[in-house]
Each structure stands twice: as structure tokens, then as C-alpha cells.
């Protein structure tokens, strides 16, 4: 089996330096996650050109791209090749023949089995010779209903598309470019909401901004601990040798199949790729009670992910002095912020005495602590207001001094993810912040009692145990 590291990539590929890689000094790279600092020769810093672009055309540059791409610095760059031919696309439906119809005039040219996974009433689908229907007489779930049709495809590439999906035009191209990588076993693209009209209800603007399905807008490898830490399976291209070598999707999971195919292929050696510049559009739930009530299902699956895959799905993952600082600064109490300034300055001294041969050693340690200050505060408010929430609500009735601290961070912690999102993406119709800050305190609480309700019905707890490292 081809593993990172292991094949060269073809000439033309192209990748470019992630826009968060910092280049203190023209032979120095620090990025990636987890964060490294790779250090360069001349020569290969020298492959590099202004725009932070290596482009495959002799084994130093293939071997220089490959690098960059498995230490998780750069990305490849989103061109594509012509046609989209070795598709074909399975659908997995229940009950939506408005869905499978809409989706079918939206790949014309391209092979599809849709495999009707149990409807109330059957589906239909046209007579075209490039469009086979296979009817279970059972509901068992989208995973089964995938991995049947995906027994029926002969061609080398799969493509997975839900009903309720609708590609736009060039996904497939795109998402074929980056399977030219031999590493890659699956390419997925950006999932957003199918149509901006009704974007005008509440609900709406932020399930469109915020989905479940819609991985942002940056580009890169998706595998536990990652900022993409998989691709939904919604919609995604795979290579199908790569595919059938771990199983398919689990039989047996109605949610979180896409997370443990993802995690599955990562510790087979195989790269999962999201690419946003690829796109699909998705009928997202437009009421309060759809969308809160997905997330609730989507929380579930926690359980039986930790059961699979341990600590991969731990709600948080921290070192000890990261937990310490971030325990002092969620206390806001003079001595924990204290300890916590004592811990981060220590932090940077240590950063500093690692990166004493990079130029500006100074200014890079520094900004890699506030940036871990930052991120470990925020995953620790976060934790506690969705993945823990039972546990902080009960807290906080115990405790006037800490239900002060709880609604202050519950008023705060969604300010400053919308004001995220408005910088990630400046021009896409936000909701005001009042109505994303109601939304997304619902959304943690649904998500949250997911994961609780998961961790009873099957007596696992380890999507609530916390990942400590040194």
C-alpha cells in the first residue's frame, strides 16, 4: 500500500505554502499541526518561488513538494484536468425523489447507481443507460446503503453524493487533480448551502455558515488532531482500491461513518484530502428544530468513535501546562492569571532557546505562544459550554462566583467566533450577532446532550475523557 513519503508526485503538480506557514528566514518553514519548523537547504529553499509555490518537474522538486505536503505546510494548489471520466457516483436515498432528480440533472455525462436504501415509496429514476437503481427492501442506514452501490462500480474513482446534495460545475475535475497524488485515497469538497435565497431567514444564514458539513475555506490534509480532522461523507470522490482495502464505511454506524472511514484510511497510511475549491452545494435544515435536532444526532456518534479509535475523539487534547494555563485564565482570578502568565512566559523561553538559530527568533516564539494561549483558551470555553455542559450547568448551581464566570463566557465565547467567521469569509451574509450568539449557544447544547446521550446508551466514556499529554 502507497503511504506518505512513498511516491513521488507527477510533474505539473503544484502546491503552495498554507497562507498560516511562517517564513522567519528564506531556509526556515514553521507550520503544520502538530506546528513544526522545518529547516531547508539552499538549494531547496531556492525551489520555492515568491508566491510560496513549488511546482513538480524534476525529482528535487517532487521530493521538496511531497515534503511540504506530509509535514502539512502547504497544500496542492486547485487546478484541474480535463474531463471528469473513471467516476462514477453512487447516491444513497431514502425517501427524497425531489432530491435524487435534482441531483441527477446535475451530472449529466457521469455514470450513477442510486441505491434506494429502504423509501416509503420507491424511487424512481429515468431511463438512461448511465443511471442504475438499486432497491433495498431494508433500511440499514446510509453507510450500508453506500458500500452496496460501491460493489457495483467497475470504474477506478467512486464519488459519493447524498440526495440532498448538488455539485457545482468542475467539482469533479478539481477533486480528480488531487487524487494525481498517489498518497491521496480520498478528495472531498467544500460542502455549502444549496441555494442564497433563502438565506434570509435566520436559521438559515447561520446553518449556512456554520454546517456541520462545510469544513471552512482553507484546504489540507484531514486526520485526527488536524484543524480538518475529516471530510463528511456527504459528499466525496475516493480511489476505490484504497476504499475496499479498509472495509468501506462501517455497516453497522447510522452516524460518525464518515469520521471513522477518515480515521480508518489515516492509520492505514492513506491521505485524506479537502479541497474547498471544489464545490457542493447541500439543502441545509432551515428551521430551529431540523438543525438543533441533526447536531443532537451528530453528538451520538461521539460514543462510538472513542470505542473505535480512543483518544482520537477526545472532546479536548492538551498538554498539562497548556490545561494549567488554560484553567488560570478561564478562572479569571488574579492568581490563576497569574500562573498562567508564569507558564506561557515559560513557554517562551524554552521556544526561544529551540529556535535560537532562526532569524527572529524572538518575534516567532512569541506569536507561537499567544497563539497556543489563544487556541488552548478557547478549546477550554468551548469544552465547557458544549462537550461538558451537563457537568458546568450543575457547577453553576452550586456556585454564585462561577455561574457569574459561566454566563459572562457564555455571552463572550460566541461573540468571538462570529467575529471569526466574519473575518474567514467578509463577504458571505452573516446573521447579526445576536442572533448567531442564540443559535450558537442552542447548537452546543444540542451537540452537547448528543454526546452525553451516546456516552449512556452505550456505557462509553471516553468521548468525554479528556486527551492530557506532557
Known sequence: MTGPGSALLPDGFAVRLDPGCLRPGPRHLLGGSPMRLLTLSSGAAGLIDDHGTVTVGDAATAGLARRLLDSGVAAPIAAAEEGAGEITVVVPVRDDQAGVDRLLRALPGLPVVVVDDGSTVPI????????????????????????????????????????????????????RARLADPTVAVAAPRVVGLERAPWTRPV???????????????????????PVAYVPSAAMLVRRTAFEAVGGFDDDLRVAEDVDLCWRLAAAGRTVRYEPAARVGHDHRTTARALLGRRRFYGTGAAELARRHGAHAAPVVTSVPAALAAVGVLSGTRTGLAGAAAIHGWTFVRLRGRLREVPRADAVAARITARAAYFGAQQGLAALLRHYWPATAAAALLSRRFRRRVLIAAAVEPVVTWAAAVRREPSAPHPDPVTWAVLHRLDDLAYGLGVWQGAVARGEIGALRPRITR
Open 124 to 175: 424512481r429514476v429515468p431511463g438512461d443507460p448511465a443511471v442504475r437503481l438499486l432497491r433495498l427492501e431494508e433500511n440499514r442506514g446510509p453507510a450500508h446503503a453506500r458500500n452496496r452501490g460501491a460493489a457495483l462500480v467497475a470504474t477506478a474513482l467512486v464519488a459519493f453524493l447524498d440526495a440532498d446534495t448538488a455539485p457545482w460545475p468542475g467539482w469533479a475535475d478539481v477533486l
Open 204 to 226: 438559515a444564514r447561520y446553518a449556512g455558515l456554520h454546517s456541520s458539513l462545510d469544513m471552512g475555506p482553507r484546504p489540507g490534509a484531514a486526520r485526527p488532531g488536524n
